[in-house]
């Protein structure tokens, strides 16, 4: 059975500092999502890594993907409030369902 | 290009009735996800559909059934409805689950089982 574990679990920071979030597996990954979501939304897709190694980068947002495929990191810099919400990361079960972490809920403070 | 709706937004019943919470997908898009999400247990899978066939299902109870139609709207129901039933359901659409990782989430709707 799959299992994600996201670290950590709540983060509060103030406005322009730097985090970083993790997601770990107890296996390999075919590929792997980060997803935001809001409150009384659904979560949002923010980018899929599927190499080894490969790093992404959306904006403020670095993500990157261990060689060994279990395990990956969203970067963020000089987060603002717009950021806060719950990251989660879901791994594809090569085509069958998405197997999602815990999650990481982010507050940035003005 | 619209979004995935999700009707109703929000939805209170009482233990022992049953439920039928309705998912549009992005128009084109034949593969409809539905997961559950609670505070205590997270995101988990309920089961998918592609062409009006069920292809994938999660370790839910039997309570918990849908369906898709021709026009790849799905309906999902809960019968017997418990306490631990009350969550946010969510679908998600894609072209193609199996040859897409693209995904595109609902808003939910937001159970309360009384």
């Known amino acids: 059975t799959q299992l994600l574990e996201q670290s950590p679990q709540f983060l509060s920071i103030q406005e322009g500092e730097n985090l970083t979030v993790y997601c770990n597996s107890s296996?390999?990954?075919?590929?792997l999502q980060w997803y935001r979501q809001e409150p009384g939304e659904g979560p949002v897709l923010l980018v899929t890594v599927v190499t080894g190694g490969e790093v992404k980068k959306l904006k403020r947002l670095t993500f990157q993907f261990g060689d060994a495929r279990k395990d990956s990191s969203l970067h963020i810099t000089a987060a603002q409030p717009g950021d806060t919400g719950l990251y989660l990361c879901a791994e594809d079960n090569y085509g069958q369902n998405f197997v999602f972490g815990p999650g990481t809920r982010l507050s940035v403070l003005p | 290009k619209a979004g995935v709706t999700q009707t109703p937004r929000y939805l209170i019943k009482t233990r022992g009735q049953q439920v039928t919470l309705s998912c549009s997908p992005i128009s084109g898009h034949r593969s409809v996800s539905w997961y559950q999400q609670t505070p205590g247990q997270g995101l988990q899978f309920l089961f998918e559909y592609f062409s009006e066939t069920q292809r994938n299902k999660g370790n839910f109870p039997g309570r918990f059934s849908g369906r898709q139609f021709s026009n790849s709207r799905s309906e999902m129901n809960v019968s017997t409805l418990e306490l631990g039933d009350s969550a946010l359901y969510l679908c998600a659409s894609s072209l193609d689950r199996r040859t897409s990782a693209m995904q595109y989430f609902g808003p939910g709707t937001r159970l309360t089982v009384l």
């Open positions: 296996s390999v990954f075919s590929s």
